[in-house]
C-alpha cells in the first residue's frame, strides 16, 4: 500500500459520533499512503476529537466554519469541494446523513457536500436505533440511489454499550476502499498523454498579434480528463484565461513554432491529443518596433503584413517519421477538425491528410468557441460516431474513456506499459 495515494487529495469529513478516534487513525494510514488529507470537521465533531488533533496529523489547516473570514478567504468552501480527488464522511452521523439526504447546506461540511462534483464515500456510524429508524433508512437509502458510494455500518458491540448494526467500519477497510476506488478508475495508469489547448498568439509587432477566438476549456478539459484516469499528462497551452489543471504538468507557450518545440520535446509514447487553435499564419517578420499609425501619412501606402504558414503541429505529430525526431510517433493520435459545411466528409479527410487516427468533427457555425457545451463527431478510419451535444467536460471524459477502452483492447494482444 506503500505511497498507492500518492498525488492524490481526500477530502475527509468528520462529523458527530464516538467513531470520529477512529478518524484519526485513517488520516494517519492515508497519510502514510501518499495522500493528501484535507479535514472538515462538524461542530458534533469537534464534541469528540480536537482540530489541533486533526491538523497534527493531516499536516493540514482543519475547516469547521462556513462563515469564517479566513478560512474563506484562504480557501473557500466552493474550492475546497472541487479539489478533491474524492470526498470521504466518516464517521457519518444520522444527522448529517439527513442533511445531506435535504440537500442542506447549513455548515461548512454539508455545503461542501452539495457543492462537490466529485464522488462521495460515506461511513455511517451511529446508535443502532438510529439506524434502524425509518427517517434514517429512508435517507440512506435515497443517498444511495443518487449514487453516494458506501462502507458499513457494521454489527457488533457499539460505544454505547449495545449491539447491532450501526459501527463504523475499520479505517484498514475504509483505507482499502479508497485504494480500489482509485484503482478502478486508474484506467490510464502508467500511459502518458500530450494535449494541445488554447489558441496561438503570432506576434505582428512588441504590442500586436494575431490570434483566435479559442478559450481551451476543451483542451484543459481533456488533459483534466486524462489525468483523472491517472495517465500522466502533459498540457502544452497557448495564452488563456483558464486555471492550470489540477495534476497536470502545464506548459505555457505563445506561438505555434514554441507549441511545436515544446510538443516534440515531449512527445509521448501513448497520447496526443492536438486541441489547440494553432494560427495558421504568423507573420514573416515580427516588427521590431510598434508600427505607428502614421506610416500611411509617411509611405503613402498602408502597412502590410506577410504571412508565412506554420507548422501543422497534428500533421507533424501523426505523419510519418521525421528524421530529426527524437521521440517516435505516439499510439494514439486525436485531432480536432472545426468545420462549417460538409463536416463529416472534410474531418474523414483531414484526418487521413494528418494522419491522425481518430478526429472530433464539430461543426463551428453554431458558436462552439468560448462555449461550455460542445456537439462533436467521432471519427476513425471504419467507423463515425455522432454523440449528443453535451459539455466540453463530458465530451473530455468521454473521450478519455474511449481512449482507455482503446488501450484496455490493445493490452490485450500488445505488451502491458
Ligand atoms: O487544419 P485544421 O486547423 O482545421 O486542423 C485542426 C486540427 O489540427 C486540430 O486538431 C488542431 O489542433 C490541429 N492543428 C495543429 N497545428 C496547426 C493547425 C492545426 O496541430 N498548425
Known amino acids: 500500500m506503500d505511497r498507492m495515494l500518492h498525488g492524490k487529495t481526500i477530502l475527509l469529513i ?43 496529523l493531516s499536516g493540514e489547516k482543519t475547516y469547521h466554519d462556513l462563515f469564517s473570514l479566513t478560512d474563506e478567504t484562504e480557501m473557500g468552501h466552493i474550492r475546497l469541494a472541487r479539489m478533491a480527488d474524492l470526498v470521504v464522511v466518516a464517521p457519518a452521523s444520522a444527522d448529517l446523513l439527513a442533511r445531506m ?49 458506501s462502507i458499513g455500518p457494521e454489527s457488533g458491540d457499539m460505544a454505547c454499550h449495545e449491539s447491532g448494526a450501526g459501527r463504523m467500519a475499520e479505517p484498514e477497510d475504509i483505507l482499502a476502499t479508497i485504494i480500489d476506488y482509485f484503482s478502478a478508475h486508474q484506467r490510464l495508469a502508467g500511459r502518458r498523454a500530450l494535449v494541445t489547448s488554447g489558441p ?26 486524462l489525468a483523472a484516469l491517472g495517465a500522466e499528462t502533459m498540457l502544452v497551452s497557448g495564452p488563456t484565461a483558464l486555471a ?51 506610416t500611411l501619412k509617411k509611405t503613402g501606402t498602408f502597412p502590410a503584413l506577410k504571412l508565412v504558414e506554420n507548422p501543422d503541429i497534428l500533421g507533424i505529430i501523426g505523419g510519418p517519421v521525421v528524421a530529426n525526431r527524437r521521440n517516435s510517433r505516439p499510439d494514439l493520435v486525436i485531432g480536432f477538425a472545426a468545420e462549417t459545411n460538409q ?6 479527410a483531414k484526418r487521413q491528410a494528418k494522419g491522425c487516427d481518430w478526429i472530433l468533427a464539430n461543426d463551428v457555425s453554431q458558436g462552439v468557441f468560448g462555449s461550455p457545451d460542445n456537439h462533436v463527431i467521432l471519427i476513425d478510419e471504419h467507423s463515425e460516431e455522432a454523440w449528443p451535444p453535451m459539455t466540453k467536460t463530458q465530451v473530455a471524459t468521454r473521450l478519455a474513456g474511449r481512449i482507455a477502452d482503446y488501450f484496455a483492447a490493445s493490452s490485450k494482444t500488445d505488451t502491458p506499459p
Not at 23 to 38: F, H, K, M, P
Open 343 to 348: 463536416l463529416r466528409a472534410q474531418a474523414q
Open 101 to 149: 439526504a435535504q440537500g442542506r447546506a447549513d455548515d461548512m461540511a454539508a455545503a461542501v457536500l452539495l457543492a462537490s462534483t466529485r464522488d462521495i464515500l460515506v461511513a455511517p456510524a451511529m446508535n443502532v436505533a438510529m439506524w434502524n429508524h425509518p427517517a434514517t433508512q429512508e435517507n440512506w437509502q435515497l443517498l444511495l440511489s443518487r449514487g453516494i458510494l
Open 200 to 225: 496561438t498568439h503570432e506576434p505582428i509587432d512588441p504590442v500586436r498579434y494575431i490570434g483566435n477566438r479559442s478559450s481551451g476549456k476543451q483542451g484543459h478539459a481533456i488533459a483534466t480528463a
Open 14 to 56: 468528520i462529523s458527530g459520533s464516538i467513531a470520529a478516534y477512529k478518524s484519526l487513525d485513517l488520516i494517519r494510514r492515508l497519510r502514510t499512503c501518499g495522500a493528501c488529507v484535507r479535514v472538515i470537521l462538524t461542530k458534533g465533531g469537534e464534541q469528540f476529537i480536537t482540530p489541533l488533533a486533526v491538523s497534527a
Open 244 to 294: 492550470d489543471p489540477p495534476g497536470v504538468t502545464t506548459i505555457h507557450v505563445e506561438t505555434a513554432r514554441q507549441m511545436l518545440a515544446t510538443c516534440m520535446d515531449a512527445l509521448p509514447r501513448d497520447i496526443a491529443v492536438c486541441a489547440a487553435a494553432v494560427s495558421d499564419w504568423r507573420t514573416k517578420d515580427q516588427a521590431p518596433q510598434k508600427i505607428k499609425k502614421t
